[in-house]
């Protein structure tokens, strides 16, 4: 906990802004699961109900803690915490444990199903934010600081591979380059490292027939319209038909019997067709509204784990929205990323809830300016 000459007031700006996109997601889910939920589980609210039991509840009890707990106690776990990394993204290959979909291995079903892959970016970014604050005066070394950061990322990025899931490792690789470039990493070395990465993923990425056909279908839609295309395809023709103020909460004709995956990866789309594109707009300012607040604080923090943390997860937020809301749009290839903290997911969910405590938390120990 933390201690009393320690304690101040947090971010209540971002503690609201927050909640409203909380409010946002539920209310979205809501109406995009409500007419699959009354046809195929005779009840309308299935999905809700089970979003607040396992994604905001527990989401909930987790912010609150954390935005109390000390943050600066997970810097003397990160051991720790890249052993849960790894232990995390390894448990979907335990049998019996593991949990296997269209030759993907990323859920395991601990009486809950849920996707341990989730909760490892966290731990990898409170790793590395501890790993790069306690080196910080070696940060330009490449034997002591670079070499074993890329060690780090390459034994976390084989698990992501093995699974096989590449939207997830884009994740991982690119908070992780920022979070090091934060921390004064050299920007040649920066360069190197994608420089490698970048062939090596479109190599693997070619050799998966699965992760090749959204390569595919973004670059061609047309070609296959109902087939690899066809998701994109929905997509785009859902929020186009939006247009300027939308049919109408819970009036979309896209979600009822066209566009896959309505109450997770494509919601966006389905905010867009009963929102419409300014309310979309609102909703997409939010977003980078909120990412502003994080890095706001996390350069105001004089603590340099706090920087580096909030950084990692601000990137996170920003990078995943971004990624998700590209893909509807068809300016990305899909990927199967979770829009943050709105859509059907209680991992995803649960996960943000506990990194926005964090933050409220390094709020609490960071005196902001008047902005």
């Known amino acids: 906990m933390l201690k009393k000459k320690e304690f101040h007031q947090p971010d209540h700006i971002l503690i609201i802004s927050f909640f409203v996109l909380i409010f946002i997601g539920l209310l979205m889910l809501y109406s995009a699961s409500y007419f699959v939920d009354c046809r195929e589980y005779n009840d309308c609210f299935f999905h809700l109900k089970r979003q607040l039991v396992r994604g905001f509840l527990p989401g909930l009890i987790l912010f609150l803690i954390l935005s109390f707990f000390n943050y600066k106690f997970f810097k003397k776990w990160s051991l720790i915490l890249f052993l849960l990394t790894l232990f995390l993204l390894a448990m979907v290959f335990i049998p019996g444990i593991g949990l296997a979909k269209e030759q993907a291995h990323r859920w395991v079903n601990l009486g809950i199903i849920f996707?341990?892959?989730?909760?490892?970016?966290?731990?990898?970014?409170?790793?590395?934010?501890?790993?790069?604050?306690?080196?910080?005066?070696?940060?330009?070394?490449?034997?002591?600081?670079?070499?074993?950061?890329?060690?780090?990322?390459?034994?976390?990025?084989?698990?992501?591979?093995?699974?096989p899931d590449f939207g997830t490792l884009m994740v991982f690789v690119s908070f992780s380059i920022v979070i090091y470039f934060i921390a004064g990493g050299k920007i040649l070395y920066i360069g190197g490292l994608i420089s490698i990465a970048i062939p090596s993923v479109l190599f693997l990425v070619q050799r998966t027939s699965y992760s090749w056909d959204r390569i595919t279908a973004f670059l061609h839609p047309e070609l296959d319209p109902s087939g690899i295309g066809y998701h994109i395809t929905q997509s785009i023709l859902a929020i186009s038909s939006g247009k300027i103020f939308g049919r109408g909460l819970g009036y979309s004709s896209q979600k009822v019997s066209y566009l896959p995956e309505v109450i997770s990866d494509s919601i966006f789309a389905v905010m867009a067709e009963e929102l419409g594109f300014i309310t979309i707009l609102i909703i997409i300012a939010l977003y980078f509204y909120i990412t502003y607040r994080i890095f706001y604080l996390a350069f105001s923090s004089d603590q340099f784990f706090g920087k580096l943390l909030a950084v990692g997860i601000g990137f996170w937020f920003i990078f995943q929205t971004i990624i998700n809301m590209g893909a509807m749009l068809g300016i990305f290839p899909l990927t199967g990323i979770p829009l943050p903290l709105i859509g059907y997911g209680g991992s995803s969910f649960v996960v943000f809830c506990a990194a926005f405590g964090i933050l409220v938390n390094i709020s609490r120990q960071t005196e902001l300016k008047k902005s």
């Open 115 to 163: 996707q341990p892959s989730e909760f490892a970016k966290l731990a990898f970014i409170i790793y590395l934010s501890a790993w790069l604050s306690k080196n910080k005066d070696k940060i330009k070394s490449f034997k002591e600081v670079f070499f074993p950061f890329c060690i780090f990322l390459a034994i976390v990025s084989v698990l992501i591979l093995l699974q």
